[in-house]
């Protein structure tokens, strides 16, 4: 692994004079036709350094956190015991350990990411430096108007009401066993006869 961080190093450093590395960098989720700032260069070069040392693989909840696809480590365990994290097409445990080349699906706040690792890492990096460890395929986000809003209420307006949340209940559509606006009360039984007798 350490070869390989020098063997960037390298290409960094011929990447300053020669066009030509800048479209490679371009598939690694990066977008842009520059070269990587040094700054970037030495997070990268300290990051890998922080790594697995001899070691091929890295805990999928771990690597997950360092680039800032989850907020918490604790959040990527939560994710792959409930079955969203997917590695090469298969839900995989908290301990599972990722490859370079492997693909990482992962469904996280309604939206799937898609990523092949380029570089194992074990401590949480910048955006800049997370963006340089994998290649990103996922699919564009919703559009904002597919997101159903959520409800604003004015400040200081307190909790809803069993009334306002009949209201919401109803514009959003959702009815069933739970909810508040089912049926009223029977003709000539209350809510709280009970069946086969009369109420006094």
Known sequence: MAFQGAQY????????????????????GTGDAKAPDPKVAAAIAA???????????VRVDSWIWSVRLVK?????????????????????????????GDEVRL????????????R??????????????????????????????AGIRDRGAGRPTKRDRREMERLRGVTGPGSVSGPGPVPGKGFGSVPGKPRP
């Open 9 to 28: 190093e390298g290409a960094d450093g011929a990447a300053d004079a020669v066009p030509e590395p800048p479209e490679g960098t371009g598939g690694a």
């Open 120 to 149: 194992l890492i074990r401590k949480r990096v910048g955006p800049p430096v997370a963006a340089q460890c994998y290649i990103d395929n996922s699919p564009p986000p919703p559009p904002r108007e597919a997101v159903a809003p």
């Open 47 to 57: 990051a890998e350094a922080a790594g697995p040392q001899g070691a091929t693989t």
């Open 107 to 118: 469904r996280h706040e309604g939206r799937e990411r898609v990523v092949v690792v380029t």
């Open 72 to 100: 918490t480590r604790s959040m990527g365990a939560t994710a792959c015991r409930g079955g969203h994290v997917r590695v090469n097409g298969e839900r995989v445990k908290p301990a599972h350990g990722v490859r370079v």
